[in-house]
């Protein structure tokens, strides 16, 4: 097990190595640079200072080796478009993204087991079709449209959720320990609610899928010959062989779900690692959008490892 986790670490390491040298290669590659937004308002002589003076003028592979030694040291740069340290930037970002990527999450792996496992043991019944239908169609939807109508829908055709920011921006301070709980939940329903709902429908499916091929199993009809009540059959022991497969989809959610709050941050203007990776792409931000990418590639590959390290733990064959 030592060296198959040893093997994973090296593996995960080069993925970001990979991710990290594409990322800041393309990003200096596409047209305009940190200081094209202050084009208007500065001469291109002192935006050649700049340039020269933060070593934007050097050629890529200096520039590449000189940021991945400062950020082995944990300096990520300046972010011009924030006026801040990146480190900073992500500081306050990383949290909230996580927060909400969290929540979506667990919520996501709870409805769509329930449902999925709810499928498979009413298969071809109405409730199987129906819901299947349902999921269906959240998951066809694109992460943005999904996040637009429930904007709409939520905040301005029934205004009954904020519209977006993670806390009302007057009165939030003003508020007391309770009443600002529920602000700051109140905020957070939209966008985890939209993730969920993308999610949830294809964990759901997954889980069906694998529940229908456990329930014709020798030892699933040997416990209803016993007399098992058919719950227990379901939710005991039909379930606990059919989880092994849903922990391998736990490590290919969490890249989806990143890539899905770019887009749902930005909608609902939470000020997570994926809004502010959007603003920076915007404004060609080099050292914040590599380090956008590099925490991102990181969070993916740990969310992959545990998955691994949980999957051994709960199936022994996998540690042979």
């Known amino acids: 097990m030592r060296r198959q986790l040893a093997a994973r670490l090296v593996q ?21 640079d940190p200081f094209s937004y202050e084009s208007s308002r500065v001469t291109p002589e002192v935006r ?11 050629p890529i592979p200096e520039q590449f080796v000189r940021y991945v030694a400062s950020a082995a040291h944990g300096q990520f740069g300046y972010s011009f478009s924030m006026h ?17 990527t969290g929540i979506s999450l667990g919520l996501s792996f709870l409805l769509g087991l ?25 998951y066809s939807l694109p992460d943005f449209w999904l996040a637009l109508m429930a904007l709409l ?13 993670i806390v009302d921006p007057v009165l939030h301070e003003y508020m007391s ?30 889980q069906r899928t694998a529940m229908l091929e456990i329930l014709p199993s020798d030892y699933i009809r040997t416990a209803r010959a016993k007399g098992v009540p058919e719950r227990q059959v379901i939710w005991r022991h039909a379930l ?27 909608v609902f203007s939470w000020p997570g690692m994926g809004m ?22 990181l969070l993916v590959v740990a969310g992959n490892l545990a998955a691994d390290l949980l999957q051994m733990a709960v199936d022994p064959r996998v540690r042979e």
């Open 48 to 58: 050649a200072h700049w340039r020269a003076q933060f070593g934007y003028d050097r």
């Open 276 to 297: 502010i990776a959007a603003d920076a792409i915007g404004s060609r931000d080099y050292d914040l959008v590599t380090a956008t990418v590099i925490v991102g590639s």
């Open 153 to 165: 829908a939520f905040a301005y055709w029934w205004p009954v959720l904020p519209a977006g920011g």
């Open 12 to 32: 995960s390491l080069v993925v970001v190595f990979i991710v990290t040298t594409i990322s800041f290669i393309v990003i200096r590659l596409a047209p305009g």
């Open 114 to 138: 329930v449902i999925g496992v709810t499928q498979a043991a009413r298969r071809g019944s109405w409730f199987d079709r129906a819901s299947g239908a349902v999921l269906l169609l959240f």
């Open 177 to 206: 320990g309770g009443a600002a709980a529920i602000d700051r939940l109140r905020h957070l329903i939209l966008p985890a609610l939209t993730l969920t709902l993308l999610t949830a429908a294809a964990v759901a499916r997954y």
């Open 84 to 100: 801040e340290p990146v480190s900073t930037a992500l500081a306050q970002g990383v949290p909230r993204t996580l927060l909400l």
């Open 240 to 266: 606990r062989t059919a989880l092994t497969p849903l922990i391998t989809l736990l490590g290919l959610t969490l890249p989806v779900l990143l890539g899905g709050a770019l887009f749902v941050e930005k």
